[in-house]
């Protein structure tokens, strides 16, 4: 089993800038990806960004140039700055962790609120 908590969500108003973290734990398997995706209500779950064990990382378009993942693998955890924050932004974010053998696992979610 994998587990994933995250934290560092809260509210911020437009422009301002907040870093997500989540740990991971449990049975780990390389290689894998840690990503993470966001909900807004109303609306469906959607990739933000992820990164694979190698680095190698990957954007949704509405989000580039304004947020960086990243990993830290000694500590197992991946995060995610970001800068530029808009309204739209507005969401609960997931933590994702996928590797080849086992199956998707989810973190309890994040509220990150953009408002003035």
């Known amino acids: 089993q994998v587990q994933l908590v995250e934290s560092g969500g809260g509210l911020v108003q437009p422009g301002g800038s907040l870093r997500l973290s989540c740990v991971v734990s449990?049975?780990?398997?390389?290689?894998?990806?840690m990503g993470w995706y966001r909900q807004a209500p109303g609306k469906e779950r959607e990739l933000v960004a992820t990164i694979a064990s190698g680095g190698i990382t990957n954007y949704a378009d509405s989000v580039k140039g304004r947020f960086t993942i990243s990993r830290d693998n000694a500590k197992i955890t991946v995060y995610l700055q970001m800068n530029s924050l808009k309204p739209e932004d507005t969401a609960v974010y997931y933590c994702?962790?996928?590797?080849?053998?086992?199956?998707?696992?989810w973190g309890q979610g994040t509220q990150v609120t953009v408002s003035s």
């Open positions: 994702n962790y996928r590797s080849r053998i086992q199956n998707q696992s």
């Open positions: 449990g049975r780990i398997f390389s290689p894998n990806a």
